[in-house]
Protein backbone atom coordinates (compact mmCIF):
# COMPACT_ATOMS: atom_id res chain seq x y z
CA UNK A 1 0.00 0.00 0.00
CA UNK A 2 1.40 3.21 -0.94
CA UNK A 3 1.07 6.61 1.19
CA UNK A 4 1.16 10.23 -0.75
CA UNK A 5 1.99 12.41 1.67
CA UNK A 6 1.93 15.95 0.39
CA UNK A 7 4.17 18.29 2.31
CA UNK A 8 3.01 21.97 2.64
CA UNK A 9 4.93 25.08 1.39
CA UNK A 10 6.67 27.01 2.83
CA UNK A 11 3.95 30.72 2.69
CA UNK A 12 5.79 34.35 2.93
CA UNK A 13 4.93 36.20 6.23
CA UNK A 14 1.29 37.42 5.85
CA UNK A 15 0.07 35.34 3.39
CA UNK A 16 -1.75 33.30 5.23
CA UNK A 17 -5.10 35.32 3.95
CA UNK A 18 -5.93 36.14 0.41
CA UNK A 19 -5.13 39.84 1.65
CA UNK A 20 -1.20 39.27 3.25
CA UNK A 21 -1.44 37.09 -0.67
CA UNK A 22 -2.37 40.22 -2.49
CA UNK A 23 0.28 42.83 -0.10
CA UNK A 24 3.08 39.89 -0.78
CA UNK A 25 2.22 40.15 -4.55
CA UNK A 26 1.90 44.14 -4.26
CA UNK A 27 5.48 44.14 -2.31
CA UNK A 28 7.17 41.68 -4.95
CA UNK A 29 5.72 43.60 -7.91
CA UNK A 30 7.14 46.92 -6.03
CA UNK A 31 10.43 45.67 -5.82
CA UNK A 32 10.73 44.27 -9.55
CA UNK A 33 9.97 48.10 -10.37
CA UNK A 34 13.08 49.57 -8.48
CA UNK A 35 15.16 46.88 -9.89
CA UNK A 36 14.01 47.97 -13.55
CA UNK A 37 14.64 51.37 -12.40
CA UNK A 38 18.15 50.66 -11.01
CA UNK A 39 18.70 48.74 -14.20
CA UNK A 40 17.67 51.53 -16.32
CA UNK A 41 19.58 54.38 -14.16
CA UNK A 42 22.51 51.88 -14.92
CA UNK A 43 21.62 51.70 -18.78
CA UNK A 44 21.39 55.43 -19.11
CA UNK A 45 24.86 56.50 -17.26
CA UNK A 46 26.88 53.85 -19.81
CA UNK A 47 24.83 55.64 -22.75
CA UNK A 48 26.31 58.74 -21.41
CA UNK A 49 29.43 57.72 -20.77
CA UNK A 50 29.42 56.27 -24.56
CA UNK A 51 28.43 59.95 -25.86
CA UNK A 52 30.73 61.48 -23.97
CA UNK A 53 33.42 59.46 -25.44
CA UNK A 54 32.34 60.05 -29.00
CA UNK A 55 32.06 63.89 -28.03
CA UNK A 56 35.87 63.85 -26.96
CA UNK A 57 36.87 61.88 -29.81
CA UNK A 58 35.24 63.57 -32.61
CA UNK A 59 34.38 67.66 -32.28
CA UNK A 60 30.51 68.31 -32.92
CA UNK A 61 29.01 71.43 -33.11
CA UNK A 62 26.91 71.55 -30.19
CA UNK A 63 26.65 74.69 -27.64
CA UNK A 64 29.38 74.45 -24.43
CA UNK A 65 26.28 75.01 -22.29
CA UNK A 66 24.42 72.00 -23.50
CA UNK A 67 27.53 70.07 -23.09
CA UNK A 68 28.11 71.35 -19.52
CA UNK A 69 24.84 70.32 -18.73
CA UNK A 70 24.94 66.96 -19.81
CA UNK A 71 27.65 66.14 -17.89
CA UNK A 72 25.87 67.63 -14.45
CA UNK A 73 22.93 65.10 -15.75
CA UNK A 74 25.93 61.98 -16.03
CA UNK A 75 27.14 63.19 -12.92
CA UNK A 76 24.18 63.32 -10.87
CA UNK A 77 22.92 59.67 -12.28
CA UNK A 78 26.23 58.22 -11.19
CA UNK A 79 26.12 59.39 -7.77
CA UNK A 80 22.42 58.11 -7.57
CA UNK A 81 23.33 54.52 -7.97
CA UNK A 82 23.69 52.33 -4.75
CA UNK A 83 26.78 51.71 -2.91
CA UNK A 84 26.81 48.04 -3.80
CA UNK A 85 26.53 48.52 -7.40
CA UNK A 86 29.91 50.98 -7.33
CA UNK A 87 31.74 48.18 -5.65
CA UNK A 88 30.68 45.72 -7.72
CA UNK A 89 31.65 48.07 -10.31
CA UNK A 90 34.96 48.71 -9.23
CA UNK A 91 35.87 45.34 -8.16
CA UNK A 92 36.30 44.68 -12.15
CA UNK A 93 38.55 47.78 -12.54
CA UNK A 94 42.40 47.80 -12.21
CA UNK A 95 43.57 49.83 -9.09
CA UNK A 96 44.54 52.72 -11.35
CA UNK A 97 41.19 52.86 -13.14
CA UNK A 98 39.47 52.78 -9.24
CA UNK A 99 41.82 55.90 -8.64
CA UNK A 100 40.64 57.65 -11.87
CA UNK A 101 36.94 56.99 -11.28
CA UNK A 102 36.56 57.76 -7.71
CA UNK A 103 37.34 60.83 -9.10
CA UNK A 104 34.04 61.68 -10.89
CA UNK A 105 31.99 62.13 -7.19
CA UNK A 106 32.32 62.14 -3.61
CA UNK A 107 29.43 58.87 -3.39
CA UNK A 108 32.05 57.34 -5.70
CA UNK A 109 35.18 58.41 -3.46
CA UNK A 110 33.87 57.04 -0.21
CA UNK A 111 33.09 53.52 -1.91
CA UNK A 112 36.61 53.48 -2.78
CA UNK A 113 38.08 52.03 0.17
CA UNK A 114 35.52 49.25 0.80
CA UNK A 115 37.35 46.26 2.42
CA UNK A 116 36.34 43.59 -0.40
CA UNK A 117 38.73 45.95 -2.98
CA UNK A 118 41.95 45.87 -1.55
CA UNK A 119 42.33 42.35 0.12
CA UNK A 120 45.86 42.76 -0.46
CA UNK A 121 48.52 45.75 -0.74
CA UNK A 122 51.73 46.28 -1.74
CA UNK A 123 53.76 49.51 -1.70
CA UNK A 124 57.29 50.53 -2.57
CA UNK A 125 58.03 53.75 -0.83
CA UNK A 126 61.07 55.80 -1.40
CA UNK A 127 63.15 57.30 1.80
CA UNK A 128 61.49 60.42 1.19
CA UNK A 129 59.33 62.92 3.12
CA UNK A 130 57.31 63.38 0.31
CA UNK A 131 55.87 59.60 0.41
CA UNK A 132 54.98 59.95 4.22
CA UNK A 133 51.35 61.85 4.26
CA UNK A 134 50.53 59.88 0.79
CA UNK A 135 51.49 56.42 2.50
CA UNK A 136 49.51 57.72 6.03
CA UNK A 137 46.61 58.46 4.19
CA UNK A 138 46.55 54.96 2.71
CA UNK A 139 47.53 53.28 5.85
CA UNK A 140 44.82 55.33 7.64
CA UNK A 141 41.91 54.16 5.02
CA UNK A 142 43.06 50.24 4.46
CA UNK A 143 45.42 49.62 7.36
CA UNK A 144 42.59 48.31 9.50
CA UNK A 145 41.33 45.52 7.90
CA UNK A 146 44.10 44.50 4.67
CA UNK A 147 44.35 41.10 4.48
CA UNK A 148 48.11 40.74 2.45
CA UNK A 149 50.46 43.71 3.24
CA UNK A 150 53.83 44.00 1.54
CA UNK A 151 55.94 47.18 1.53
CA UNK A 152 59.16 47.74 0.26
CA UNK A 153 61.51 50.66 1.75
CA UNK A 154 64.21 51.97 -0.88
CA UNK A 155 67.07 54.21 -0.54
CA UNK A 156 68.29 54.07 -3.82
CA UNK A 157 68.92 57.48 -5.89
CA UNK A 158 67.85 59.00 -2.99
CA UNK A 159 70.91 61.64 -2.54
CA UNK A 160 71.31 61.38 -6.06
CA UNK A 161 72.34 64.62 -7.75
CA UNK A 162 73.75 65.62 -4.32
CA UNK A 163 77.20 67.42 -3.70
CA UNK A 164 78.89 64.44 -3.13
CA UNK A 165 78.92 62.11 -0.51
CA UNK A 166 75.32 60.49 -1.02
CA UNK A 167 74.26 56.81 0.23
CA UNK A 168 75.72 55.48 -2.87
CA UNK A 169 79.01 57.38 -3.07
CA UNK A 170 80.46 55.04 -0.34
CA UNK A 171 83.49 58.07 -0.73
CA UNK A 172 83.98 61.31 0.80
CA UNK A 173 84.49 60.22 4.26
CA UNK A 174 87.90 59.26 3.89
CA UNK A 175 89.14 62.26 1.28
CA UNK A 176 91.50 64.76 2.67
CA UNK A 177 92.99 65.03 5.77
CA UNK A 178 92.34 67.32 9.12
CA UNK A 179 89.56 70.21 8.45
CA UNK A 180 89.02 68.92 5.05
CA UNK A 181 87.56 65.52 6.57
CA UNK A 182 85.75 66.99 9.37
CA UNK A 183 83.67 69.13 7.03
CA UNK A 184 83.45 66.21 4.35
CA UNK A 185 82.12 64.06 7.33
CA UNK A 186 79.61 66.80 8.03
CA UNK A 187 78.55 67.28 4.39
CA UNK A 188 77.61 63.19 4.39
CA UNK A 189 76.49 63.43 7.68
CA UNK A 190 72.94 65.82 7.21
CA UNK A 191 71.51 63.97 4.32
CA UNK A 192 72.32 60.69 6.18
CA UNK A 193 70.65 61.51 8.96
CA UNK A 194 67.82 62.90 6.69
CA UNK A 195 67.51 59.04 5.21
CA UNK A 196 67.22 57.64 8.71
CA UNK A 197 64.74 60.03 9.98
CA UNK A 198 62.45 59.70 7.07
CA UNK A 199 63.13 55.87 7.59
CA UNK A 200 61.95 55.46 10.73
CA UNK A 201 58.85 57.60 10.58
CA UNK A 202 57.46 55.57 7.65
CA UNK A 203 58.13 52.10 9.28
CA UNK A 204 55.99 53.92 12.60
CA UNK A 205 53.57 54.70 10.11
CA UNK A 206 52.98 51.23 8.55
CA UNK A 207 53.15 49.74 12.06
CA UNK A 208 51.08 51.89 13.76
CA UNK A 209 48.15 51.22 11.20
CA UNK A 210 48.05 47.65 11.32
CA UNK A 211 48.72 47.09 15.01
CA UNK A 212 45.04 46.13 16.08
CA UNK A 213 44.33 44.43 12.72
CA UNK A 214 43.22 40.95 13.14
CA UNK A 215 42.18 39.78 9.48
CA UNK A 216 46.06 39.99 8.55
CA UNK A 217 47.42 36.87 6.84
CA UNK A 218 50.34 37.94 5.51
CA UNK A 219 52.94 40.65 6.49
CA UNK A 220 56.20 41.45 4.51
CA UNK A 221 58.65 43.93 5.65
CA UNK A 222 61.53 44.73 3.36
CA UNK A 223 64.36 47.83 4.51
CA UNK A 224 66.86 48.28 1.36
CA UNK A 225 69.14 50.23 3.92
CA UNK A 226 72.01 47.93 2.14
CA UNK A 227 74.92 50.27 2.57
CA UNK A 228 74.21 51.04 6.37
CA UNK A 229 74.72 47.78 6.87
CA UNK A 230 77.92 47.06 5.56
CA UNK A 231 78.83 50.18 7.41
CA UNK A 232 78.17 49.14 10.53
CA UNK A 233 79.78 51.94 12.35
CA UNK A 234 78.30 54.85 10.82
CA UNK A 235 74.95 53.58 11.09
CA UNK A 236 74.82 52.89 14.82
CA UNK A 237 76.02 56.62 14.75
CA UNK A 238 74.09 58.05 13.06
CA UNK A 239 71.20 56.01 14.77
CA UNK A 240 72.52 57.49 17.82
CA UNK A 241 72.13 61.25 16.59
CA UNK A 242 68.42 60.56 14.93
CA UNK A 243 67.37 58.76 18.30
CA UNK A 244 69.81 59.30 20.86
CA UNK A 245 67.52 57.80 23.28
CA UNK A 246 66.64 54.62 21.98
CA UNK A 247 62.97 55.76 22.34
CA UNK A 248 61.87 55.40 18.34
CA UNK A 249 63.80 52.03 17.92
CA UNK A 250 61.78 51.02 21.34
CA UNK A 251 58.12 52.12 20.05
CA UNK A 252 58.94 50.23 16.33
CA UNK A 253 60.00 47.06 18.35
CA UNK A 254 57.15 47.12 20.95
CA UNK A 255 54.62 47.95 17.78
CA UNK A 256 56.07 45.14 16.31
CA UNK A 257 55.46 42.64 19.11
CA UNK A 258 52.20 43.85 19.27
CA UNK A 259 50.87 43.30 15.96
CA UNK A 260 52.24 39.69 16.08
CA UNK A 261 50.13 39.80 19.63
CA UNK A 262 46.84 40.94 18.47
CA UNK A 263 47.27 38.70 15.01
CA UNK A 264 44.73 35.79 14.48
CA UNK A 265 45.21 34.89 10.98
CA UNK A 266 48.89 35.33 10.11
CA UNK A 267 49.90 32.61 8.24
CA UNK A 268 52.86 34.39 6.67
CA UNK A 269 55.62 36.72 8.46
CA UNK A 270 58.57 37.97 6.23
CA UNK A 271 61.25 41.00 7.45
CA UNK A 272 64.54 41.21 5.43
CA UNK A 273 67.40 43.92 6.04
CA UNK A 274 65.03 45.89 7.84
CA UNK A 275 66.74 48.18 10.75
CA UNK A 276 66.70 47.60 14.32
CA UNK A 277 63.03 46.06 13.81
CA UNK A 278 63.52 42.18 14.72
CA UNK A 279 64.70 41.28 18.02
CA UNK A 280 65.58 37.94 19.50
CA UNK A 281 62.28 38.15 21.68
CA UNK A 282 60.05 39.04 18.62
CA UNK A 283 58.37 35.67 17.82
CA UNK A 284 57.47 35.15 21.72
CA UNK A 285 55.22 37.63 20.86
CA UNK A 286 53.31 35.03 19.03
CA UNK A 287 50.34 32.88 20.29
CA UNK A 288 51.04 29.17 20.26
CA UNK A 289 48.00 28.46 18.18
CA UNK A 290 49.85 31.20 15.26
CA UNK A 291 52.79 29.39 15.33
CA UNK A 292 51.57 26.45 14.91
CA UNK A 293 49.10 27.81 11.92
CA UNK A 294 51.83 29.17 10.17
CA UNK A 295 53.48 28.62 6.82
CA UNK A 296 55.73 31.21 5.94
CA UNK A 297 58.52 32.61 8.21
CA UNK A 298 61.49 34.65 6.83
CA UNK A 299 63.93 36.94 9.03
CA UNK A 300 66.81 38.01 7.38
CA UNK A 301 68.69 40.52 9.15
CA UNK A 302 72.86 40.27 8.55
CA UNK A 303 73.48 43.56 10.91
CA UNK A 304 73.09 41.61 14.19
CA UNK A 305 75.92 41.64 16.36
CA UNK A 306 77.75 38.67 18.08
CA UNK A 307 76.45 35.09 18.47
CA UNK A 308 72.84 36.87 19.01
CA UNK A 309 70.33 35.00 16.52
CA UNK A 310 66.72 35.94 15.36
CA UNK A 311 65.12 32.50 16.33
CA UNK A 312 66.40 29.21 17.78
CA UNK A 313 65.58 26.10 17.12
CA UNK A 314 63.80 25.15 20.36
CA UNK A 315 61.39 28.25 19.49
CA UNK A 316 61.51 26.92 15.79
CA UNK A 317 59.43 23.94 18.04
CA UNK A 318 56.22 25.86 17.88
CA UNK A 319 56.31 26.44 13.93
CA UNK A 320 55.17 23.00 13.32
CA UNK A 321 53.50 23.91 10.35
CA UNK A 322 56.01 25.82 8.38
CA UNK A 323 56.05 25.12 4.31
CA UNK A 324 59.41 27.33 3.46
CA UNK A 325 61.83 29.14 5.84
CA UNK A 326 64.44 32.08 4.80
CA UNK A 327 67.13 32.36 7.31
CA UNK A 328 70.76 33.67 7.72
CA UNK A 329 73.14 30.44 6.72
CA UNK A 330 74.74 30.64 9.95
CA UNK A 331 71.38 30.43 12.10
CA UNK A 332 70.45 27.84 10.51
CA UNK A 333 71.63 25.32 12.30
CA UNK A 334 72.58 21.07 12.47
CA UNK A 335 69.56 21.08 15.55
CA UNK A 336 67.17 23.39 13.38
CA UNK A 337 67.47 20.58 10.44
CA UNK A 338 66.60 18.09 13.54
CA UNK A 339 63.59 19.83 14.52
CA UNK A 340 62.41 20.51 10.83
CA UNK A 341 62.78 16.43 10.41
CA UNK A 342 60.77 15.17 12.92
CA UNK A 343 57.94 13.41 12.23
CA UNK A 344 55.32 16.13 14.32
CA UNK A 345 56.77 18.81 11.73
CA UNK A 346 54.99 19.38 8.30
CA UNK A 347 57.22 18.47 5.54
CA UNK A 348 59.49 21.44 4.87
CA UNK A 349 59.03 22.64 0.85
CA UNK A 350 61.74 25.71 0.37
CA UNK A 351 64.42 27.00 2.33
CA UNK A 352 66.35 30.27 1.31
CA UNK A 353 69.87 31.14 2.93
CA UNK A 354 71.62 33.82 3.06
CA UNK A 355 75.20 33.29 3.27
CA UNK A 356 77.10 37.06 4.08
CA UNK A 357 80.80 37.16 5.07
CA UNK A 358 79.50 39.60 7.87
CA UNK A 359 77.53 36.60 9.68
CA UNK A 360 80.81 34.21 9.01
CA UNK A 361 83.30 36.44 10.15
CA UNK A 362 81.31 36.77 13.53
CA UNK A 363 79.85 33.51 13.79
CA UNK A 364 80.90 30.01 13.51
CA UNK A 365 79.88 27.57 10.94
CA UNK A 366 80.66 24.30 12.94
CA UNK A 367 77.12 23.94 13.96
CA UNK A 368 76.10 24.17 10.16
CA UNK A 369 74.02 21.02 9.40
CA UNK A 370 76.22 18.05 7.93
CA UNK A 371 75.05 15.75 4.97
CA UNK A 372 73.03 13.40 7.30
CA UNK A 373 70.91 16.03 7.92
CA UNK A 374 70.25 17.52 4.76
CA UNK A 375 69.41 14.09 3.26
CA UNK A 376 66.89 13.31 6.20
CA UNK A 377 65.25 16.34 5.23
CA UNK A 378 65.20 15.50 1.43
CA UNK A 379 63.85 12.05 2.88
CA UNK A 380 60.93 14.11 4.73
CA UNK A 381 59.73 16.02 1.80
CA UNK A 382 60.84 14.76 -1.80
CA UNK A 383 60.28 18.37 -3.06
CA UNK A 384 62.44 20.13 -0.53
CA UNK A 385 64.71 22.59 -2.66
CA UNK A 386 66.94 25.26 -1.44
CA UNK A 387 67.90 28.67 -2.57
CA UNK A 388 71.19 30.15 -1.69
CA UNK A 389 72.98 33.77 -1.62
CA UNK A 390 76.35 34.22 -1.16
CA UNK A 391 77.81 37.67 -0.20
CA UNK A 392 81.34 37.42 -0.78
CA UNK A 393 82.42 34.06 0.78
CA UNK A 394 85.72 32.24 0.15
CA UNK A 395 86.37 29.48 -1.52
CA UNK A 396 87.82 27.55 1.44
CA UNK A 397 84.22 28.47 3.16
CA UNK A 398 81.67 27.43 0.46
CA UNK A 399 83.76 23.78 0.12
CA UNK A 400 82.63 23.78 3.22
CA UNK A 401 78.92 24.83 2.74
CA UNK A 402 78.18 23.22 0.04
CA UNK A 403 77.17 19.33 1.17
CA UNK A 404 76.49 16.88 -1.63
CA UNK A 405 72.94 16.36 -0.34
CA UNK A 406 71.81 19.94 -0.41
CA UNK A 407 68.82 19.73 -2.92
CA UNK A 408 69.77 23.35 -4.50
CA UNK A 409 67.91 24.76 -6.85
CA UNK A 410 69.02 28.72 -6.87
CA UNK A 411 71.99 29.78 -6.41
CA UNK A 412 73.51 33.14 -6.44
CA UNK A 413 77.14 34.50 -6.04
CA UNK A 414 77.82 38.42 -5.30
CA UNK A 415 81.15 39.61 -4.90
CA UNK A 416 82.51 42.91 -3.89
CA UNK A 417 86.35 41.43 -3.17
CA UNK A 418 86.17 37.98 -3.29
CA UNK A 419 85.66 36.22 -6.51
CA UNK A 420 84.61 32.79 -6.87
CA UNK A 421 86.73 30.30 -8.70
CA UNK A 422 86.60 27.43 -11.38
CA UNK A 423 86.54 24.88 -8.65
CA UNK A 424 83.19 26.21 -6.85
CA UNK A 425 81.31 26.51 -10.38
CA UNK A 426 82.99 22.75 -10.70
CA UNK A 427 81.30 21.86 -7.47
CA UNK A 428 78.29 23.02 -8.76
CA UNK A 429 77.60 21.36 -11.36
CA UNK A 430 78.55 17.64 -10.09
CA UNK A 431 76.60 17.91 -7.04
CA UNK A 432 73.44 19.42 -8.09
CA UNK A 433 72.99 18.45 -11.85
CA UNK A 434 69.68 17.14 -10.92
CA UNK A 435 68.03 20.17 -9.14
CA UNK A 436 70.13 23.45 -10.42
CA UNK A 437 67.67 25.71 -12.44
CA UNK A 438 69.37 29.27 -11.79
CA UNK A 439 73.19 30.66 -11.52
CA UNK A 440 73.54 33.87 -10.89
CA UNK A 441 77.73 35.43 -11.20
CA UNK A 442 77.86 38.76 -10.27
CA UNK A 443 81.27 40.79 -9.52
CA UNK A 444 81.31 44.13 -8.84
CA UNK A 445 84.97 45.37 -9.64
CA UNK A 446 86.16 48.79 -10.71
CA UNK A 447 89.01 47.29 -12.87
CA UNK A 448 86.72 46.43 -15.92
CA UNK A 449 89.77 45.26 -17.93
CA UNK A 450 90.85 42.81 -15.19
CA UNK A 451 88.13 40.05 -15.58
CA UNK A 452 89.00 36.91 -14.26
CA UNK A 453 88.84 34.38 -15.99
CA UNK A 454 86.96 30.75 -15.07
CA UNK A 455 88.61 28.69 -17.89
CA UNK A 456 91.86 29.61 -17.03
CA UNK A 457 94.84 26.63 -17.26
CA UNK A 458 91.43 24.68 -17.61
CA UNK A 459 90.90 21.96 -20.58
CA UNK A 460 87.13 23.03 -20.65
CA UNK A 461 85.11 26.33 -19.22
CA UNK A 462 83.13 25.42 -16.08
CA UNK A 463 80.45 27.32 -17.48
CA UNK A 464 79.94 24.98 -20.35
CA UNK A 465 80.35 22.17 -18.07
CA UNK A 466 77.73 23.91 -15.61
CA UNK A 467 75.53 24.32 -18.82
CA UNK A 468 76.13 20.36 -20.00
CA UNK A 469 75.77 18.52 -16.94
CA UNK A 470 72.75 20.55 -15.13
CA UNK A 471 69.81 19.85 -17.87
CA UNK A 472 67.47 22.21 -15.91
CA UNK A 473 69.54 25.37 -15.98
CA UNK A 474 66.62 28.00 -16.98
CA UNK A 475 68.35 31.10 -16.34
CA UNK A 476 72.09 32.65 -16.32
CA UNK A 477 73.58 35.82 -15.65
CA UNK A 478 76.99 36.85 -15.47
CA UNK A 479 78.86 39.91 -15.08
CA UNK A 480 82.41 40.76 -13.88
CA UNK A 481 83.89 37.01 -15.14
CA UNK A 482 85.56 36.85 -18.66
CA UNK A 483 83.01 35.00 -21.00
CA UNK A 484 84.54 33.82 -24.33
CA UNK A 485 82.23 33.96 -27.61
CA UNK A 486 82.44 30.68 -28.57
CA UNK A 487 82.00 29.26 -24.96
CA UNK A 488 78.88 31.72 -24.50
CA UNK A 489 77.58 29.76 -28.28
CA UNK A 490 78.56 26.36 -26.97
CA UNK A 491 76.06 27.66 -23.55
CA UNK A 492 73.36 28.37 -26.01
CA UNK A 493 73.45 25.53 -28.15
CA UNK A 494 74.04 23.05 -25.10
CA UNK A 495 70.57 24.40 -23.46
CA UNK A 496 68.59 25.62 -26.43
CA UNK A 497 65.05 27.29 -25.50
CA UNK A 498 65.11 25.44 -22.20
CA UNK A 499 67.23 28.41 -21.17
CA UNK A 500 64.79 31.04 -20.79
CA UNK A 501 66.95 33.76 -19.48
CA UNK A 502 70.69 34.32 -20.41
CA UNK A 503 72.03 37.92 -19.26
CA UNK A 504 75.89 38.39 -19.94
CA UNK A 505 76.92 41.87 -19.64
CA UNK A 506 78.73 43.31 -22.72
CA UNK A 507 81.68 43.81 -20.78
CA UNK A 508 82.24 40.49 -19.85
CA UNK A 509 82.34 38.82 -23.58
CA UNK A 510 86.13 38.49 -25.30
CA UNK A 511 86.72 37.21 -28.20
CA UNK A 512 89.70 35.07 -29.44
CA UNK A 513 92.22 36.65 -31.45
CA UNK A 514 91.34 34.29 -34.60
CA UNK A 515 87.62 35.81 -34.48
CA UNK A 516 88.92 39.44 -34.74
CA UNK A 517 91.92 38.85 -36.86
CA UNK A 518 89.13 37.47 -39.51
CA UNK A 519 87.88 40.97 -41.80
CA UNK A 520 84.97 38.99 -43.49
CA UNK A 521 82.94 38.36 -40.13
CA UNK A 522 81.84 40.75 -37.71
CA UNK A 523 82.49 39.07 -34.95
CA UNK A 524 79.57 40.90 -32.58
CA UNK A 525 77.25 40.04 -35.00
CA UNK A 526 78.14 36.67 -35.30
CA UNK A 527 77.44 36.09 -31.55
CA UNK A 528 74.18 38.12 -31.50
CA UNK A 529 73.20 35.70 -34.64
CA UNK A 530 74.79 32.24 -32.76
CA UNK A 531 73.24 32.65 -29.60
CA UNK A 532 69.92 33.87 -30.93
CA UNK A 533 69.72 30.48 -33.35
CA UNK A 534 71.05 28.54 -30.10
CA UNK A 535 68.44 29.83 -27.94
CA UNK A 536 65.29 30.16 -30.60
CA UNK A 537 64.71 33.67 -29.40
CA UNK A 538 66.48 36.65 -29.97
CA UNK A 539 69.27 37.52 -27.78
CA UNK A 540 71.31 40.71 -26.93
CA UNK A 541 73.81 41.06 -24.53
CA UNK A 542 73.21 43.65 -21.57
CA UNK A 543 74.49 47.08 -22.73
CA UNK A 544 73.51 49.00 -19.66
CA UNK A 545 74.60 47.64 -16.09
CA UNK A 546 71.98 49.32 -14.11
CA UNK A 547 69.45 47.98 -15.85
CA UNK A 548 70.24 44.77 -14.50
CA UNK A 549 68.51 44.92 -11.48
CA UNK A 550 70.32 41.95 -10.10
CA UNK A 551 73.67 43.59 -10.17
CA UNK A 552 72.35 47.38 -9.05
CA UNK A 553 69.76 45.90 -6.10
CA UNK A 554 71.09 42.32 -4.84
CA UNK A 555 69.17 42.70 -1.61
CA UNK A 556 65.87 43.62 -3.20
CA UNK A 557 66.47 40.82 -5.91
CA UNK A 558 67.01 38.27 -3.28
CA UNK A 559 64.26 39.44 -1.26
CA UNK A 560 61.74 39.11 -3.97
CA UNK A 561 63.18 36.14 -5.88
CA UNK A 562 62.84 34.69 -2.00
CA UNK A 563 59.18 35.29 -1.93
CA UNK A 564 58.57 34.05 -5.40
CA UNK A 565 60.89 30.96 -4.32
CA UNK A 566 58.55 30.65 -1.06
CA UNK A 567 55.33 31.12 -3.05
CA UNK A 568 55.93 28.59 -5.72
CA UNK A 569 55.26 25.12 -4.20
Known amino acids: MLLFLSVPQPRPPGARTRAGAARVARWRRRRQRLRLQQLRRLRGLLRGLRRRRRRLRRPTAGSPRRDRMALCGQAAGAASLPSELIVHIFSFLSAPDRLRASASCSHWRECLFYPALWPQLRICLRVSPAEQPRLEFL??????????????????NYLSGGGGGGPGDGGGVETGTGGGEEVEALQLSSPWLEVLRTYLELVLCVLVSIRNNR?????????DISVLQQQGSLSNTYLSKVDPDGKKIKQIQQLFEEILSNSRQLKWLSCGFMLEIVTATSLSSLSNSIAHTMEHLSLLDNNIPGNSTLITAVELERFVSLRSLALDFCDFTAEMARVLSDSNHVPLQRLSLLVHNVSVMHKSLDNMPNDEHWK???RKSPSFRVYMMAFDIKSEDMLKILKPSIPLERI?????????????????????????????LMNDVIDTSGFPDLSDNRNEDPLVLLAWKCTKLSLLAIHGYTVWAHNLIAIAR?????LRVLEVTEESIDFDQGELADQDVDPVHNLIEQVSLGLSQPWHAVMDIESL????????????EMQNFSEDI
Open 376 to 378: ALS
Open 549 to 560: SVFTEPNRHFYR
Open 215 to 223: NLQKFSLFG
Open 412 to 440: HFDSYITCVSGAIVDLISRQYDKFLTHFI
Open 139 to 156: MRKCGWFVRELRVEFAAE
Open 494 to 498: LRGSD
